[in-house]
C-alpha cells in the first residue's frame, strides 16, 4: 500500500488519500485470522506473566509487599455522647488505609477472632498502654503496626470578631488525638494532635448553648476532611517503616510466619531472619524489643491468607519470635 506524500499533494487531496490509506489499514487488519490474534494475545499473556516473576525476583523489596494494620481502642473521651462519632474514626480510618495508602492495608476487617485479643489495648498499672504486651499480640496475628487514638473534644465555641461592629461567631471545635505503635519494637511511631474549627449557624445567629442545635451534615463533612487528613498522615508514618514478618512456628527445617497473601507473600520470595527476642528496659515500666543479628535465611513454599510457610535455606539459631525482612 502506497502511503500518500505530503510534499506532493495539496491539503484537501492529503486529507482525503490519508482517510482511504486508514480505512485500507483497518481492512487488512479485520482480514487476519482469528488464530493469529490467538496466538498474539497468548505469546503477550505469557511474555507478560514471565516478565512479573522476573520483575519479582531481581526486584523484591519491601514495595511489594504490605504493611498490615488495625485500628484498636478508639474511644469517645469527648462530654458529647448523644451520638457516637468516635465510630466514625473507627470506620472511615481504615477504609481511607485500603483505599488510598498504596502500601498499607487495614486488617481490621480480616483478622477475624484473632483480633478479639486486641479488642481493648492492653495496659500498664500505670494506664499507659502496654506497648510489649501490644507488640506480642501484634506479632500473632501478622501486623506491622496499630493505631489508636481518641476523639478529646467536641464542643461549642462562641467567638466575638469585627473590628467595629463584632459578631458572635458559633465554632464547633472537634480535637483528635492520634497514636501508631511499631509492632517489631513496640515504639511509637507517631503521636499526634488533630484540630478543627467549624463555623455553625453563621454571623449574626446569636450564641448557640447546646451541641444539639448544630447542624450536623456539616459536621459530618468535617470529619470526612478530618479523617483523611489523619489517614494520610498514619499513611506516611507506616510506609516510613520497613516490613517485618514474624515466626510464630518452627518445626524442623519447617517455618510458619503470621503473614500471607494479604500482605502480598508469594511462594520463592526470600527473607533474612534476625532475633527480636532482646528487651530494652524503660524506667517508667515500658519494655520494648530491639532488633538483634541475623540468625538465617529462609524461602517461602506455601500461602494462606494470613499465614505462610517456609523452609530453611540456612539457620544460625532460627527461633519462633523472630523477625523476617526482605533481603
Not at 484473632?114 to 479488642?119: F, Q, W, Y
Not at 442545635?213 to 489517614?231: A, C, K, Q, V, Y
Request: net charge negative; charged share 25%; hydrophobic share 40%.
Amino acid at each position: 500500500m502506497i502511503i500518500p506524500n505530503s510534499k506532493l499533494m495539496p491539503k484537501s487531496m492529503l486529507l482525503l488519500s490519508w482517510l482511504f490509506w486508514l480505512v485500507g489499514i483497518h481492512f487488512v487488519l479485520a482480514s487476519c485470522s482469528s488464530g493469529i490474534r490467538e496466538t498474539v494475545d497468548k505469546s503477550t499473556n505469557t511474555l507478560t506473566k514471565t516478565t512479573k516473576q522476573l520483575t519479582r525476583k531481581i526486584r523484591f523489596s519491601d514495595d511489594d509487599l504490605q504493611r498490615m494494620t488495625a485500628v484498636i481502642g478508639f474511644e469517645n473521651k469527648s462530654l458529647y455522647r448523644s451520638q457516637d462519632f468516635a465510630q466514625l474514626f473507627r470506620k472511615g480510618i481504615p477504609q481511607y488505609l485500603n483505599k488510598e495508602c498504596d502500601d498499607v492495608t487495614d486488617a481490621s476487617q480480616n483478622a477475624g477472632e484473632g483480633l478479639e485479643s486486641l479488642k481493648g489495648l492492653p495496659l500498664l498499672p500505670s494506664g499507659q498502654v502496654d506497648t510489649h504486651a501490644l507488640a506480642t499480640i501484634g506479632r500473632d496475628l501478622g501486623l506491622n503496626a496499630v493505631v489508636t487514638g481518641s476523639l478529646d473534644d467536641i464542643g461549642i465555641l462562641n467567638e466575638k470578631r469585627g473590628m467595629v461592629w463584632k459578631d458572635t461567631l458559633n465554632l464547633i471545635q472537634i480535637l483528635v488525638s492520634i497514636e501508631v505503635y511499631d509492632i517489631e519494637t513496640g515504639t511509637k511511631i507517631l503521636d499526634q494532635s488533630f484540630r478543627r474549627k467549624v463555623e455553625i449557624g453563621g454571623p449574626g445567629h446569636g450564641p448557640m448553648q447546646s451541641l444539639n442545635e448544630m447542624i450536623l451534615p456539616d459536621l459530618h463533612e468535617t470529619f470526612g476532611d478530618l479523617i483523611r487528613e489523619i489517614g494520610e498522615t498514619i499513611c506516611w508514618a507506616v510506609e516510613d517503616q520497613p516490613w517485618n514478618g514474624f515466626i510464630i512456628a518452627v518445626d524442623g527445617d519447617q517455618i510458619v510466619l503470621s503473614s500471607g497473601s494479604l500482605a502480598g507473600l508469594e511462594p520463592g520470595d526470600e527473607f533474612e531472619v534476625f532475633d527480636t527476642s532482646r528487651i530494652l528496659e524503660a524506667r517508667n515500666g515500658q519494655r520494648f524489643f530491639y532488633h538483634g543479628q541475623k540468625t538465617g535465611e529462609i524461602r517461602i513454599v506455601e500461602v494462606e491468607s494470613a499465614k505462610a510457610r517456609a523452609s530453611i535455606i540456612t539457620n544460625r539459631g532460627i527461633k519462633t519470635g523472630d523477625a523476617v525482612r526482605v533481603k
